[in-house]
């Protein structure tokens, strides 16, 4: 039977927002996070990471950079709380329009937010549901991608969240529910109660 995930932003709703890291060390979780992932993993909600990276396809850096990112991120992630993500899926495609130069990586793609690609791949692969899911992220396209795939769309105030908020939503999307933190989204979470 299908199960419910929660699709996780990673820059500003699990690290700190910091632009393009192009050093892994730069990459620092945002107080509380691993605990609220802990709970989400207590609750045997599936959690997966759903993130843009377009720094290959600015030729910034390898692909390679941004797994060591993620085995950071992971890393920090268990350390302080014995936390884990199930998946992790990031979109390194970037159009020339949108600033893509390196042409291995330039071209448009459905896994790029707030296209649903990167949702159909983590259902497909791991038989979840994606209607009684939750995103949750820093930016409106996050939302969108939610509201895309119709899943619940929830907007963090980490990160971009502050400036989405106090400015306009692309194409007037609102999200279901605006928490503080992650931690916050994840008591949100909890209140719905997701079959699975």
Request: one cysteine or more; proline letters at 5%.
């Amino acid at each position: 039977m299908a199960k419910p995930a929660v699709f996780l932003d990673r820059d500003g709703v699990l690290n700190v927002e910091a632009g393009y890291l192009h050093n892994v060390e730069d990459l620092q979780l945002i107080p509380r996070v691993a605990q609220a992932v802990r709970k989400l993993n207590q609750l045997q909600l599936f959690c997966c990471l759903v993130s843009n990276q377009s720094g290959p396809a600015r030729d910034y850096y390898p692909v390679s950079h941004v797994d060591a990112l993620h085995e950071r991120l992971c890393q920090l992630l268990l350390e302080e709380a014995g936390a884990k993500l199930n998946a992790i899926y990031h979109c390194p495609y970037l159009s020339v329009a949108a600033g893509g130069i390196n042409p291995e990586f330039t071209l448009w793609s459905t896994w790029r937010k707030p296209n649903t690609g990167m949702l159909v791949a983590a259902a497909t692969e791991y038989d979840l549901d994606i209607k009684q899911s939750f995103v949750v992220g820093d930016k409106a396209t996050d939302i969108d991608l939610a509201h895309n795939a119709g899943a619940k769309g929830i907007l963090v105030k980490t990160g971009y969240g502050e400036r989405v908020i106090s400015g306009e939503y692309q194409h007037g999307t609102q999200p279901d529910y605006i928490a503080a933190d992650l931690d916050e989204a994840v008591t949100w979470i909890c209140s719905q109660k997701p079959n699975g």
